[in-house]
């Protein structure tokens, strides 16, 4: 592991935000690229186990700025959840 993740997992336990995870009450859309590197699709799985009204999509071969690489896929499942539509999701 290298040294920015120890330090980003040390903050994100200081922070204890996962204890709080639970109690969110609005839909929430997690999404992750299968290649991500920035933030490891596990993690992304391990936060969507933890929310209560979530949605998990992951896009095969593909990193973690999903909304800069895939726009046309991220705003498309981004607006099917904001709009409050099933996720139709196809893998890419």
Request: include cysteine; proline fraction near 2%; glycine fraction near 6%.
């Amino acid at each position: 592991m290298r040294q920015w993740e120890i330090c980003y997992l040390r903050f994100v336990k200081q922070c204890q935000a996962s204890d709080e995870l639970g109690k969110l009450a609005s839909p929430s859309l997690v999404i992750a690229g299968e290649e991500g590197r920035v933030v490891k699709p596990d993690i992304s799985r391990r936060l969507y186990s933890q929310l209560n009204q979530a949605s998990f999509l992951l896009l095969e071969d593909a990193g973690h700025f999903l909304s800069m690489t895939h726009a046309d896929w991220f705003n498309r499942y981004l607006e099917q959840h904001l709009t409050g539509a099933d996720l139709q999701h196809e893998y890419a």
